[in-house]
Structure formats: structure tokens, C-alpha cells
């Protein structure tokens, strides 16, 4: 059988991308991981001092940024590449988190950040995880999941993983 693609929607902290690392690795896939790819916009957008408001300031900034997950074998993951370099732990920074709901809105960006994840889509064989997913980026997907929690397993699960990336 060829390769697929799998998307897993959901709301945030049910456990989308824990299930998508693990399946990925199981099936020899690749993760993506959108909100990554959010993520490093916006820290982008911060570090060249990008005005969001400004329609003709967003589309120029995008021209300038190249994404890229690569599979680091040491922590075995896939980690989110900006420029060629490696900013998987910058982009889960208190800073980036406070601003990335308000970048990821603009529709400039999605149409973006929607166009990069078709194009890591196009040999299939990938398992992406985050909003929208398996209706607006991949409707013709092969396996589509979506999952929902409880809320307070939810906030258990967003308490946990904000303290294990900073106890203060």
C-alpha cells in the first residue's frame, strides 16, 4: 500500500500532536506540526519588525521566509526550520505564544502557511496535526481525525506542557 496523508483536527490541548508524533513514528511518516509553522511566522515577523497591520508589509515579509521541518535523530523529532535555521525552541517562547493567534488570523498568512503544507503534502506519506487540517488544507486526505477532550483534561494538559518548558 502507497503512502497516505493523515490530518488529526481538534481543539488545542486534547491531544492532537502526541498522537500525531507517535503515529508518525509508527508508520515511518513525517509530522508536521502547523502551529509550528505559525509559530515561526510570527517569530519572524518580531524579530524584522514586521507591522501586521499593514496588508503590503505581510505580503513582502512572506516572500522572505523559507519553512522546513527536518527529523533531528537525537531527540527524534521533527523540528521547524526558518531561514535554515533550526527554531524549534524559540518559537515555544512566552513571546511567540502571546502573538501568534493574532498572525496566524491574517489571511495572507494562512494562505500561506496552507500553500507551504500542501506542498510538504505533495508526496504524501506525512502526518499533520492543528485546526483546519483535514477541511481546509487537506479535504481530499486519505485518514482524517478529529479530537476533542474534556476541559479540564484540556487544561491539565496545557498547565503541563507550559511547566515542563518553564517551572516559574
Not at 491531544?15 to 508508520?27: D, F, I
Not at 511566522?41 to 497591520?53: A, E, K, M, V
Not at 526550520?81 to 495572507?108: F, H, M, P, Q, T
Not at 496535526?129 to 476533542?148: C, H, Q, S, W, Y
Request: proline fraction near 1%; charge should be negative; glycine fraction near 6%.
Amino acid at each position: 500500500m502507497g503512502k497516505i496523508i493523515i490530518t488529526i483536527d481538534g481543539w488545542s490541548s486534547c491531544g492532537k500532536s502526541t498522537l500525531a508524533k507517535q503515529l508518525a513514528k509508527a508508520l515511518g511518516y513525517i509530522y508536521v506540526d502547523s502551529g509550528a509553522m505559525y509559530r515561526a511566522i510570527t517569530l519572524f515577523f518580531l524579530r524584522n519588525h514586521i507591522d501586521w497591520t499593514e496588508k503590503d508589509a505581510v505580503v513582502e515579509a512572506l516572500k522572505e521566509i523559507s519553512l522546513e521541518f527536518e527529523y533531528n535523530e537525537k531527540s527524534q523529532q521533527s523540528e521547524m526550520y526558518l531561514n535554515g535555521e533550526n527554531v524549534e525552541y524559540v518559537i515555544r517562547d512566552l513571546v511567540i505564544a502571546e502573538k501568534v493567534s493574532e498572525i496566524s488570523a491574517i489571511k495572507e498568512v494562512r494562505d500561506y502557511a496552507v500553500k507551504q503544507q500542501q506542498r510538504m503534502g505533495r508526496n504524501k506519506g506525512i502526518v499533520m496535526d492543528g485546526r483546519d487540517i483535514g477541511t481546509v488544507v487537506f479535504p481530499n486526505a486519505e485518514l482524517k481525525i478529529f479530537m476533542t477532550a474534556d476541559n479540564a483534561i484540556r487544561v491539565e494538559r496545557r498547565f503541563q506542557e507550559l511547566y515542563e518548558k518553564n517551572p516559574n
